[in-house]
């Protein structure tokens, strides 16, 4: 199993980014994504969950409205649009996967909202 993120970097308060997360390694048009973020001094945090075929999301309630996953499962590629961002939004960006009870990652990428 493989994810690679992408995508990250730095942004002015009020910008956007978009993150990219290309899988490997394992069926993923049958597998649920999910991105989490790590602040530093702070737990890991779930970010965003979208179903495997795509039709169901959900987001952690700070990202609601400002933040979207998708998922292109003909490229084996789950997306995070992220606008509006807040110096809070700061943090690694992690792409994830749960497969047969074991929890997979990437390596993340680095997202900063600052001025």
């Known amino acids: 199993v493989q994810l690679v993120e992408s995508g990250g970097g730095l942004v002015q308060p009020g910008g956007s980014l978009s993150l990219s997360c290309l899988a490997s390694?394992?069926?993923?048009?049958?597998?649920?994504m999910s991105w989490y973020r790590q602040a530093p001094g702070k737990e890991r945090e779930l970010v965003a969950t979208i179903s495997s075929g795509g039709r169901s999301t959900d987001y952690a309630d700070s990202m609601k409205g400002r933040f979207t996953i998708s998922r292109d499962n003909a490229k084996n590629t789950v997306f995070l649009q992220m606008n509006s961002l807040k110096p809070e939004d700061t943090a690694v960006y992690y792409c994830h996967a749960r497969l047969y009870g074991r929890h997979y990652w990437g390596q993340g990428t680095q997202v900063t909202a600052s001025s």
């Open positions: 390694g394992f069926t993923f048009s049958s597998t649920a």
